[in-house]
C-alpha cells in the first residue's frame, strides 16, 4: 500500500511508497560489501571491485535518497493534524542499539570504507557528498529520538531532529508532490530536489 491508493482522513501510512523502490534495488551496500569482503584471492577481489565500485555508488545514492524520503515524510506529516499512523512494522517492537547497525554501516562505509578500497584496488579516491553524510547524520537523530519508532502511534508522537528546517505551508505541499512523483514513478532519487525544503 502506498499514497498512490490510500486515503484517509484520519489515517495516515507510516511508509508513503518508498519501501518497494528501495527493495528491488541493490542497495544493500553492507550486503554486497560483505559478499566482496569473502572473495580469498587479491586478483579476484581487484576484478570484482572494479565492477563493484560503479553499484556501491549507485546503491549509496539509493540508500541515502530512502533515508532523506523518511525525513520529507516526517516532516510532512508532522506537520498537519494529529492523525493514526498505519503499517507501521516498527511498532510494538524492541528498541536496541542493533537499530543503528545499517545506518552506521553505511555513514562508516561513505566517510572512510569506500575511498580506502577505492584507492587500494583501484588506484582512485572517492570523496564523500557532503549532502549525503548530513542526511544520514540528520536521519540518525531522527531514529534516535524516535526510538526506532517502537512506540510511534499517532503523528503527533513523532520528533524531528532541531537540525531540520520547518517548511512554509506552500513547501509542504511541494515536498508531497515530490513524494508522490517518486512513489509513482518508482525512484526515490527523485527526493533529493526536495531536500533544500528541510536542510
Same mark, same amino acid.
Given at each position: 500500500?502506498?499514497?498512490?491508493?490510500?486515503?484517509?482522513?484520519?489515517?495516515?501510512?507510516?511508509?508513503?511508497?518508498?519501501?518497494?523502490?528501495?527493495?528491488?534495488?541493490?542497495?544493500n551496500v553492507e550486503y554486497m560489501y560483505s559478499a566482496f569482503s569473502a572473495i580469498p584471492s587479491l586478483k579476484q577481489k581487484k576484478f570484482q571491485f572494479s565492477i563493484l565500485y560503479q553499484k556501491f555508488l549507485k546503491a549509496i545514492e539509493l540508500n541515502v535518497a530512502f533515508y532523506l524520503g523518511?525525513?520529507?515524510?516526517?516532516?510532512?506529516?508532522?506537520?498537519?493534524? #494529529?492523525?493514526?499512523?498505519?503499517?507501521?512494522?516498527?511498532?510494538?517492537?524492541?528498541?536496541?542499539?542493533?537499530?543503528? /547497525?545499517?545506518?552506521?554501516?553505511?555513514?562508516?562505509?561513505?566517510?572512510?570504507? /569506500?575511498?580506502?578500497?577505492?584507492?587500494?584496488?583501484?588506484?582512485?579516491?572517492?570523496?564523500?557528498?557532503?549532502?549525503? /553524510?548530513?542526511?544520514?547524520?540528520?536521519?540518525?537523530?531522527?531514529?534516535?529520538?524516535?526510538? $526506532?519508532?517502537?512506540?510511534?502511534?499517532?503523528?503527533?508522537?513523532?520528533?524531528?531532529?532541531? $537540525?531540520?528546517?520547518?517548511?512554509?505551508?506552500?513547501?509542504?505541499?511541494?515536498?508531497?508532490?515530490?513524494?508522490?512523483?517518486?512513489?509513482?514513478?518508482? #525512484?526515490?532519487?527523485? /527526493?533529493?530536489?526536495?531536500?533544500?525544503?528541510?536542510?
Amino acid at each position: 500500500m502506498s499514497i498512490l491508493d490510500f486515503k484517509s482522513d484520519e489515517e495516515i501510512l507510516f511508509d508513503p511508497g518508498y519501501s518497494a523502490s528501495v527493495a528491488r534495488v541493490s542497495g544493500n551496500v553492507e550486503y554486497m560489501y560483505s559478499a566482496f569482503s569473502a572473495i580469498p584471492s587479491l586478483k579476484q577481489k581487484k576484478f570484482q571491485f572494479s565492477i563493484l565500485y560503479q553499484k556501491f555508488l549507485k546503491a549509496i545514492e539509493l540508500n541515502v535518497a530512502f533515508y532523506l524520503g523518511c525525513l520529507l515524510w516526517g516532516v510532512y506529516i508532522k506537520s498537519g493534524k #494529529d492523525k493514526k499512523i498505519v503499517n507501521n512494522p516498527c511498532f510494538g517492537e524492541t528498541f536496541d542499539n542493533e537499530a543503528f /547497525l545499517e545506518i552506521d554501516f553505511l555513514i562508516n562505509f561513505i566517510k572512510t570504507g /569506500l575511498n580506502r578500497d577505492a584507492k587500494y584496488y583501484l588506484n582512485k579516491t572517492f570523496t564523500p557528498n557532503p549532502l549525503h /553524510l548530513q542526511i544520514l547524520e540528520l536521519y540518525k537523530e531522527f531514529l534516535s529520538l524516535n526510538k $526506532g519508532f517502537v512506540e510511534i502511534e499517532t503523528t503527533s508522537d513523532i520528533k524531528l531532529p532541531k $537540525g531540520l528546517k520547518t517548511p512554509s505551508y506552500e513547501e509542504l505541499n511541494g515536498i508531497y508532490d515530490i513524494i508522490f512523483k517518486a512513489v509513482k514513478e518508482d #525512484d526515490v532519487t527523485i /527526493l533529493y530536489v526536495a531536500a533544500e525544503k528541510i536542510l
